[in-house]
């Protein structure tokens, strides 16, 4: 679904100028990416928000997610012993290959995974057919 590879692409679009810092670290929300024979599935893993936190902006073919939680009304009772998740907002932006139909992509949130169908081109559908072995 992304143009190049991880070592070319992923710096920028996975950490730095992307990420929701905390402390001394960056949180990004993590997305996972399945392709099918007519379509790929981007499911982005962010809890603890509503879709009303989600938008989401298509330029060219650039797709950037951004969410923007609402502030908790946490009491800080020195309680915490450790926390690693905290929501937040995050912005990340993918590269869509010339297969995928943009005018087509749906979205949804579930259970705190934002999932975006991506239909291919219908002559960009890939044919599988099983092979017989001699």
């Known amino acids: 679904m992304c143009k190049g590879s991880y070592a070319q692409h992923g ?25 099918f024979d007519d379509r790929y599935e981007l499911h982005l893993y962010a809890p603890e928000l509503s879709r009303e936190d989600f938008q989401l902006q298509l330029a060219g073919r650039v797709l950037t997610i951004t969410a923007k ?3 908790e009304d946490i009491v800080n009772s020195g309680q915490w012993i450790r926390r690693e998740y905290q929501p937040g ?8 290959n010339e297969k995928i139909d943009t005018e087509g992509i749906k979205a949804s949130y579930t259970d705190g995974v934002l999932r975006l169908s991506l239909p291919k081109h219908p002559d960009q559908v890939t044919l599988r057919r099983d092979l017989d072995i001699s």
């Open 11 to 35: 710096r920028r679009h996975w950490h730095g100028q992307h990420g929701q810092r905390f402390g001394a670290a960056f949180w990004q929300a993590p997305a996972n990416v399945i392709e």
């Open 89 to 96: 907002g995050f912005e990340r932006s993918f590269s869509l």
């Open 69 to 71: 939680a609402q502030e």
